[in-house]
Each structure stands twice: as structure tokens, then as C-alpha cells.
């Protein structure tokens, strides 16, 4: 019998099991992750980048928690010698209509307590990215770069938590102990309590516990390029559009990465299935599921424009490179070889809008993170204090 079953290994699983066990240190604690290693998924396939917190609104979850765990993740990757670089990054406009969204964003930075923010004129840019231009620029100073993986992986060393991977959790069963989880495989585990961590299968699990969330995940893919090794000082650090006003996306951008890559991208399309990442993977239960739900075509129809915009880009080199010219005009398109894909699990309403906070609920011995979207990597140790701080006040649980 474990204290705490964690379903999921990426990184908001192994924050959370961290958590545990500072707040518990007695506690026998279980991790199950059905790929066969950590971070298999959403944080295995980010962009690595630590941000700071600027684009959200003020007061909600994802503001206080990106800058407070922000502080933690560059204090704990310090303390633990892990690979990190607080290099900064600077937010474009290209066009003299996106000043006043400009000063929006730099408004709302200051309002979520962003350190060292400045303004600059097109001509202070080529100071910071000297290929880059633009009409106006934000710095943003204590953005970062960081191995989210080796994070994930260090995360879980420390939280001496047992690990069972290739441990897909099928069925939960209620006992009067707690729970029952069995595997994919055939496994029985019991637990007390059960934390759920699955990423793009939150909503699954949480069904399979008797929820009934109102959100529903629908995967998008985010495909990537890279520069060829000559194109990389082209690229100083991190480059960025301004945010799309409505699509719930950064929009392409150019990133060093803690490895030296550069990498751009990612975009965003309509993905066929929640976690197989060849352009042509399939999968009819999660197109099915994605497809069936009113939601998807509130979402589709709403947006219609900028998807189908994605859409063409996804399947032109050329369009990428157009998006990315803009911010650095001299790049060109023989720079640019096809990479990596990751793909972001968005929860959208039954209303066809995506939930742009964290979510979890919590009941008698169970709590389910329903939402953890970018920048939950970024945010994963606030995120799992409250997390746990919400667990043992709905379980009555004094440690
Ligand atoms: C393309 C892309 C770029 C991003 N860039 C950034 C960035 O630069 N900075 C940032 O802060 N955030 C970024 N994000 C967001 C960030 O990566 C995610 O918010 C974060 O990784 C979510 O972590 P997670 O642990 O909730 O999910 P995941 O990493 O997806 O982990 C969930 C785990 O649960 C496991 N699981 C699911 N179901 C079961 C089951 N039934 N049994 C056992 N195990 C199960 C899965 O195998 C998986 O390993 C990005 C996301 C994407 C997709």
C-alpha cells in the first residue's frame, strides 16, 4: 500500500512527487509513467525555454505561478549543477500597427512584477540580436534556456519516489483504503491517495475516476525546424513575435537551445493524434473523441482563419521561413532544416474556447491536473505546491 500514487512523468508528476516529499518525508510515494522513460511527452518536446511570465493576466494562476516558479526552477537548476542559461529575449513588433500591442505586453509585464523589462526603439535591437529588426522591441532580461528533461529526471532522483515505467494506468478502482490502480499490463498497485499528472490524457483519467470534466483535450502539433550550424549566429538568443491577440499561441519564434541548436517554431495544427509524432500518425479514438465534441468545431469555427493560415504553413517551408524573415530578415530558407514536433494537449470547453489557466480539481482521496499548458515546465514547482497544498486540504491530510 503506497501513500501517493502519481500517474505521469512528466515534469508537473515529478514536481509533484518533489513536493511530497519535502512536505511528507516519511511518505511511500509511487510514480507511474507509461512510457518506458521520463518526460516522454509534452516536456521531452518543449521548446526549453524558462519564461518569465509577461504574456498573462494579471491575478490568475499562470502569472503568480510562472514568477514564483520561475525563481524556484533557476534556484533548484543552480543548486543541482543542471544545464541553464539566463540569457533573455526580446518580443518583436514588425509593424508600426503592433506598437500599441506592444505596450500592452509591456504594461502587463510590469503588472506581473517582470524584472528588468525595457523598451526598445528599432534601433537598440541589433544591441541584443544584431540580425534582428523591428519597429519596437520589449527585453525581457530573466527569460531562460534549460534541459527540461534532465530537470524531470533530477526531479524524480530527488523525490526517492519508487518508478515503474512502461505502467499505462488502465482502470481505478475505489476501495475503502484508497485506490486501486491496475496497468495496461496486468499490474496491481493500491494507494491511499492518487495524484494525476497525464498531460494529454488528463481528461481520460479523470473520466476513468468518476469526474466529468467540462473540458475535453484536443491535441495540436507544433512543428519545428532548425538552423543549419552556419545560420546559427544569426540568432543570438531567444526571438519572438508579439502573441497572436486570440490564438492561444506564441506564435513561430527562434530559440537557442541549451544543446546550441537554434531551433523555429513551433506552430500549432489540428493533430490526429494526442502522442504519435509522425506527420501522417493516426489515431481514430483520438480523432474520434476530438471530433465528437461540440467544443472542436465552436473552437474550428471561431478560428477558422488563423487555422487554416497554420494549416498552410505546416505544409510550406516557405511560409515558415516568410513568418521567420520578419523577424530576421536575413535568414534564408536554405537555413532551415525540418526538426523535431511536439504536441500541446489544449483543453477547450463544451463553448469552443480553450481554458487559459492551470486547472485541477480536487475530491475525497483523489486530484486530477486537468490543465498544465505552457508555461507549466516553467511553473512545475509552484504549480506543485499548490498542488499538494490543495491535495492535503481537500483530504484533510495533516502531515
Ligand atoms: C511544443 C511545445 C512547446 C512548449 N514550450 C514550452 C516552453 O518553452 N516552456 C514552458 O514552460 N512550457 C512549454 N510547453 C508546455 C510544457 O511543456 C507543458 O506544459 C508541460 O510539459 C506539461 O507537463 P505535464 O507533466 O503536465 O505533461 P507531460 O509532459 O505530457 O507528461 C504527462 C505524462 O503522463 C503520462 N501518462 C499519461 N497517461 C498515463 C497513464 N494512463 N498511465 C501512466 N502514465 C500516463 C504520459 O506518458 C506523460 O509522460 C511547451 C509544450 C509544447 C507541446
Known amino acids: 500500500m503506497y501513500d ?34 521520463p518526460a516522454a511527452h509534452q516536456t521531452g518536446r518543449n521548446s526549453g525555454v524558462i519564461h518569465s511570465g509577461i504574456y498573462y ?20 537548476v543552480r543548486e543541482e549543477n543542471l544545464p541553464h542559461e539566463q540569457c533573455g529575449k526580446i518580443i518583436l513588433a514588425t509593424q508600426e500597427e503592433e506598437l500599441p500591442r506592444l505596450q500592452a ?12 523589462l525595457k523598451l526598445l526603439s528599432s534601433d537598440e535591437i541589433p544591441h541584443y540580436e544584431p540580425e534582428a529588426r523591428g519597429v519596437g522591441a520589449i527585453y525581457v532580461p530573466v527569460t531562460g534556456i534549460v534541459d527540461y528533461q534532465a530537470v524531470t529526471q533530477r526531479l ?52 476513468a475516476d468518476g469526474l466529468n470534466p467540462p473540458l475535453r483535450i484536443v491535441p495540436f502539433r507544433g512543428d519545428y525546424y532548425e538552423l543549419r550550424p552556419e545560420a546559427r549566429y544569426k540568432v543570438r538568443n531567444l526571438i519572438y513575435p508579439l502573441p497572436h491577440p486570440t490564438y492561444p499561441v506564441l506564435g513561430v519564434h527562434l530559440t537557442r537551445m541549451i544543446s546550441g ?19 501522417t500518425g493516426f489515431s481514430l479514438q483520438d480523432t474520434w473523441e476530438a471530433l465528437s465534441f461540440p467544443g472542436t468545431w465552436k473552437f474550428f469555427f471561431k478560428h477558422w482563419r488563423e487555422g487554416l493560415q497554420e494549416y498552410r504553413r505546416a505544409f510550406s517551408k516557405r511560409l515558415f521561413w516568410q513568418s521567420l524573415k520578419r523577424l530576421v530578415p536575413s535568414l534564408q530558407e536554405e537555413d532551415l532544416v525540418p526538426a523535431r514536433c511536439g504536441i500541446r ?12 489557466d492551470f486547472y485541477f480539481v480536487s475530491q475525497e482521496r483523489s486530484l486530477h491536473v486537468l490543465n498544465a499548458p505552457s508555461p507549466a515546465a516553467t511553473a512545475a514547482l509552484a504549480l506543485a505546491e499548490a498542488i499538494v497544498e490543495k491535495a492535503q486540504q481537500t483530504w484533510s491530510l495533516s502531515l
Open 4 to 37: 501517493v500514487a502519481i500517474v505521469g512523468a512528466g515534469i508537473v508528476g515529478a514536481a509533484v512527487a518533489h513536493r511530497l516529499r519535502q512536505v511528507w518525508p516519511q511518505a511511500r510515494l509511487l510514480v507511474l509513467e507509461k512510457a518506458p522513460h
Open 57 to 76: 493576466k494579471p491575478g490568475s494562476l499562470k502569472a503568480t505561478l510562472c514568477t514564483k516558479g520561475r525563481e524556484a526552477l533557476y534556484a533548484f
Open 156 to 207: 524524480l532522483e530527488r523525490s526517492q519516489a519508487e518508478l515503474r515505467y512502461q505502467a499505462e494506468v488502465q482502470a481505478l478502482t475505489r476501495t475503502p483504503e484508497g485506490y486501486r490502480l491496475a496497468t495496461r499490463s496486468g499490474e496491481v498497485f493500491q494507494a491511499r491517495y492518487l495524484i494525476a499528472c497525464a498531460g494529454l490524457q488528463a481528461d481520460r483519467l479523470a473520466r
Open 105 to 116: 505586453l509591456y504594461k502587463r509585464g510590469l503588472q506581473n512584477g517582470i524584472p528588468g
Open 345 to 356: 494537449a489544449l483543453a477547450l470547453t463544451q463553448e469552443g474556447t480553450f481554458w487559459d
Open 261 to 279: 541548436q537554434v531551433e523555429a517554431g513551433p506552430n500549432a495544427v489540428f493533430a490526429w493524434a494526442r502522442e504519435i509524432y509522425s506527420r
